[in-house]
Structure formats: structure tokens, C-alpha cells
């Protein structure tokens, strides 16, 4: 009976053992992060944008797209520009997409923001057909534009305030 009482005793300063030695591996673990942080000669890290999920190159302009929005960064000096001009506000931009008419198009999310001839437009009624947020722009050979699982079909034209257009998920189709 007497050997039993030492066990708890032993299991919790075993267990704190495990503890202490885990905190020192996550410790170096961040130190190795840190020094690994060091950047290849010629390389620049530019901030901010603090988190980019999305880069397309517009022009001479760099867009990048993160938890912050939509910032433009000159390509050939490094030089944040923030939001492209007229731009709306938007936030946690998940994809960017020029597609092949020049129209910039922004997973954000509240859904899809596009960019034609200097106009910008919200497209409100592509946020009902999702299942989540908008997180996937392609396009596809046939030039049609697609947000996660939906295509938007020809014709359309583009106001100032919405995106008019139709839209149809595409179970059945294929690039």
C-alpha cells in the first residue's frame, strides 16, 4: 500500500517533465522560424500587405489581395500604392482573376467585386448561389468566368452599382 502513494506523485512530475521539454522544442522551433526568415540575396519583403492570399499582375502594378483588402504595389520599384483607384472596400480578398478582356475580378468576403474599364461593380446576387464565402475565380477556355462552383453566362453588362448577368451552378461542367 505504502509504494502505491508515490505513483501520482511520480505521474505528475513526469507529466511536468513532458511539459517543460515540449515548451523548449516549440521555443527552438520558433527561433529556427525566425532565422529561417532571412531573405535570398536580391529579395524584398514588402509590408504591408501583412497576409496575401492572392497576387495577379495588372500593368505595371503588382495586385495583392489578403485579410486587409486589395493593395497595388509598383511592380518595377517595390512601392505600395494601396487600393486601386475607385476601388470599393473590401475585405479577406481570397482570389484575384484578369481574365482575357481585361476585367479584374475579387473573391472577397461579401462575395464578388469586378473591375471593367475603370468601373467597379459589386455582384451581390453570386453570394446567394455559393455555398461559403467566394473563395475561387477561374476562367475557363470558353472564356466564361467561374466563382467556386458557379458560371457566370454571357451576355451581361456591368452598371455602376451591380453586377448584372446570369448566373447557373456548373455541376456538369468540365474545362
Given amino acids: 500500500m505504502s509504494g502505491r502513494r508515490w505513483y501520482y506523485p511520480l505521474a505528475v512530475l513526469a507529466l511536468a517533465l513532458v511539459i517543460w521539454r515540449g515548451c523548449a522544442v516549440v521555443s527552438d522551433l520558433a527561433r529556427t522560424r525566425v532565422q529561417r ?9 514588402i ?41 470599393p472596400t473590401l475585405r479577406y480578398v481570397r482570389d484575384l482573376l484578369l481574365d482575357s478582356r481585361g476585367r479584374l475580378w ?33 476562367e475557363d477556355r470558353d472564356g466564361r468566368i467561374w466563382v467556386n462552383d458557379v458560371v457566370l453566362n454571357e451576355p451581361y453588362t456591368s452598371g455602376p452599382a451591380a453586377y448584372v448577368g446570369s448566373w447557373e451552378i456548373g455541376a456538369d461542367e468540365y474545362f
Avoid at 37 to 45: D, E, K
Fill in 106 to 138: 475579387v473573391a472577397h468576403s461579401r462575395g464578388v467585386a469586378v473591375r471593367e474599364g475603370g468601373r467597379w461593380a459589386d455582384c451581390p446576387q453570386v453570394s446567394r448561389l455559393l455555398a461559403g464565402p467566394a473563395t475561387a475565380l477561374c
Fill in 37 to 45: 526568415g532571412r531573405l535570398p540575396a536580391g529579395w524584398t519583403l
Fill in 47 to 87: 509590408r504591408p500587405p501583412y497576409e496575401t492570399s492572392a497576387l495577379v499582375l495588372d500593368g505595371e502594378l503588382v495586385l495583392s489581395g489578403g485579410r486587409d483588402g486589395l493593395c497595388a504595389i509598383d511592380e518595377a520599384t517595390g512601392t505600395v500604392q494601396g487600393s486601386p483607384p475607385g476601388a
